[in-house]
């Protein structure tokens, strides 16, 4: 059986799948109902020190800060929200941390974020005090009521480069920061001394509308989470920042549906995984669906621990460039092909196809190779999987080095 251990900057996790900070740690008893599935980790939910906390919204009771409501509907295959941060300043986070850690037998990491430089150096260390094992920097988080301060949502690398910094000096546990999957923001928190680094983030979007009404589905959206088509965003990122060097320690969040969401962040060159939209979907029981199914493909595949398998894919993806070098040794080779077996005659490859490569004469698709430009589309777009593309093998970085 494959071995799933992996590690967080110095801290061992006994498998890749992280609780990410939000709605799913809000609470004793979101983080207890975690704890019993066994996650590699649980990030709690972010809050600021109170200093900090009240220059971004008023407080409603000493230490305790308003959230939304109506705040969730669905989006495809994630969420949409305008979820807040903790309605717990740090300080309370910090007191329940001491009185209740004892009771998680997972690995529990604070979540700080702040308006000020010296606030992320005071949360981190005041969570330290209280017992927590890490703490990881939010630096990609798109509150509306963060907008107008510069050390909190950033895209500038000497504004991540100072509070990773500042942190760092700030407490002797191990530190991680969440950035935007950008390259340049990953080398400056690097290059601050971070333990990991978390590329995550999410999309800023508007709410749904019900169409019959003509009122929105729910009140105000701030971000969609959770949908697949993020996480591609973050395997770009992935394929950038795993060349820069083995020993960097990143986790993926975004888009992490099943098992198979999982993979391929390792492969692209993730050590451990960060999730949020999935529990609030289907619950933390399917934590033990993806422990199950990642070890059954290592298994499958040969993999014996996460770390062969971790980065197998960055030196087999093919530059832009290179793509297109390949092009006069693939043209007429790199074609569409048919399984007549699944064929069903429907018609819609003959109708995508620029080309007009394919043609559908009696029920059954034919692919003219002499015109075929192996783009691909009818293969995408094939409802019976009746298309592939042959001889791919031809596209590989040693033929486009020729």
């Known amino acids: 059986m494959a071995d799933l251990r992996t590690r967080l900057g110095s801290l061992e996790l006994a498998n ?3 609780v990410s900070s939000g709605y799913a740690t809000e609470t004793e008893g979101a983080v207890a109902r975690a704890d019993e599935f066994g996650p590699g980790a649980v990030i709690l939910k972010t809050s600021l020190i109170n200093d900090d906390y009240v220059k971004v919204v008023k407080p409603y009771a000493e230490h305790r800060f308003p959230s939304t409501r109506a705040k969730f509907d669905s989006c495809e295959d994630g969420l ?38 010296e606030g992320h150096a005071k949360g981190a260390k005041l969570m330290e005090e209280a017992g927590a094992k890490a703490v990881e920097i939010l630096l990609a988080c798109p509150a509306p009521y963060f907008k107008p301060h510069k050390y909190t949502m950033t895209q500038d690398e000497q504004v991540v ?26 080398r400056a928190a690097r290059e601050a001394g971070m333990d990991w680094i978390t590329l995550g983030g999410v999309f800023l979007a508007s709410p749904g509308i019900d169409l019959e009404s003509l009122e929105p589905k729910v009140p105000g959206a701030v971000f969609i989470s959770g949908s697949r088509l ?8 992935l394929l950038t920042v795993s060349k820069m060097a083995r020993d960097v320690h990143f986790s993926a969040h975004g888009g992490v549906q099943d098992w198979k969401d999982v993979a391929e962040f390792i492969l692209y060159g993730a050590r451990s995984t960060q999730a949020q ?37 960055v030196q087999k993806v093919l ?5 297109v070098a390949l092009y006069p040794a693939t043209k007429g080779k790199i074609v569409a092909e048919v399984d007549e077996s699944l064929c069903n005659g429907c ?21 003219d190779e002499s015109i075929c430009e192996g783009c691909r589309l009818c293969v995408a777009d094939c409802p019976p999987r009746a298309l592939s ?5 031809m596209m590989t970085k040693e033929a486009a080095a020729v």
């Not at 480069?161 to 546990?173: D, F, G, L, Y």
């Open 347 to 367: 018609q819609l490859c003959e109708e995508v196809c620029a080309f007009d490569a394919i043609k559908v004469p009696d029920g059954l698709a034919v692919v």
């Open 80 to 117: 949409m929200g305008a979820e807040s941060l903790s309605t717990m300043s740090l300080e309370l986070w910090a007191e329940w941390l001491v009185k209740h850690q004892s009771k998680f037998k997972t690995t529990l990491i604070a979540s700080v974020a702040a308006v000020s430089v």
């Open 161 to 186: 480069r100072e509070i990773c910094t500042a942190v760092k000096q700030a407490v002797s546990i191990p530190v991680g920061v969440k950035i935007m999957p950008f390259s340049y923001l990953a």
């Open 389 to 393: 593309l042959k001889n791919m093998a």
């Open 16 to 18: 890749p799948i992280i």
């Open 277 to 313: 939209s999935v529990f609030m979907l289907k619950g933390f029981k399917v934590i033990a669906d993806m422990v199950k199914g990642l070890n059954d493909y290592m298994d499958r595949k040969g993999f014996a621990n996460i770390e062969s398998m971790r980065g197998a894919m």
């Open 230 to 237: 993020y996480k591609y965003v973050t395997c770009k990122a």
């Open 319 to 323: 530059t832009f460039d290179e793509m």
